[in-house]
């Protein structure tokens, strides 16, 4: 009689043991996966602060640079000691007619990025063939502005393009009323997160990534994400 229950209470046991493992094994992997969540995640806050920080240092100096080409007058010598993305500059009037171009680039189509303050502004302008520049701005005593072109799209290839994050993940610029400055798709860029990428995709799902916008909008650090099919990439 005591043999017969050898078998049965033996397979019990071994179930059991098995079930211990199998729920230790996927206890490890739960704390395995979620450790390389968060890994990542402080990786892409990192790497978004670290942009950040170098692309505002960068526009501070063209700033700064304007506002001392106001005083000197100079604007070709300027140019031509630059090896960056500076690619023109130019005045122009109240009207938004440029004129004094020192290479007679013809930009046009101005979307305001920013108003720093009274005399201060940056725009998205674009040439004849789409191309698009950073124009800084500043106002001149005397009426008009003093404007200075910067190459956004050699900007993004030399310093944005190649930075990857995971397999499939890109960097994405935008200003605080999301129109998108920078992105892989060039269709993309001069539209707006939202409205634009309706347009776009109209048969995709924005909800979420709508939530996470305003997320971003409100000023908070950290990282977020939509879900579902709402952040197209290409």
């Known amino acids: 009689m005591e043999k017969r229950w050898i078998k049965p209470v033996s397979g019990i046991l071994l179930l059991i043991v098995l079930a211990c493992i199998l729920g230790a094994g996927c206890a490890i992997w739960d704390d395995y996966r979620d450790e390389i969540m ?3 995640k402080q990786q892409l806050l990192l790497t978004s602060e670290i942009l950040a920080e170098s692309m505002e240092l960068s526009l501070n100096e063209y700033r ?3 506002a001392f080409l106001e005083e000197i007058h100079d604007y070709k010598a300027y140019l031509e000691t630059k090896n960056g993305f500076e690619c023109e500059l130019f005045r122009e009037d109240e009207e938004g007619t440029m004129k004094d171009q020192v290479y007679g680039l013809n930009l046009g189509n101005p979307v305001l990025i920013t108003k720093i303050d009274e005399k201060e502004s940056i725009f998205q302008y674009e040439d004849r063939q789409g191309r698009k520049y950073l124009v800084f701005k500043r106002r001149l005593d005397a009426g008009g502005y003093l ?3 910067v190459d956004e799209e050699r900007y993004y290839r030399q310093l944005v393009q190649g930075i990857r994050i995971g397999t499939n993940g890109y960097i ?3 200003n605080s009323e999301g129109l998108i400055l920078m992105h892989p ?3 993309q860029w001069g539209i707006h997160v939202i409205a634009g990428r309706e347009k ?5 799902d924005f909800t979420s990534l709508k939530a996470m916008v305003e997320e971003q909008c409100s000023g908070k650090k950290g990282i977020t994400g939509p879900s579902g099919r709402g952040c197209p990439s290409s």
């Open 38 to 40: 968060d890994n990542q």
């Open 185 to 187: 798709v060039p269709e």
């Open 147 to 149: 404007c200075l072109a």
């Open 172 to 174: 994405m610029v935008k």
């Open 200 to 204: 776009l995709y109209p048969e995709l």
């Open 64 to 66: 700064s640079n304007l």
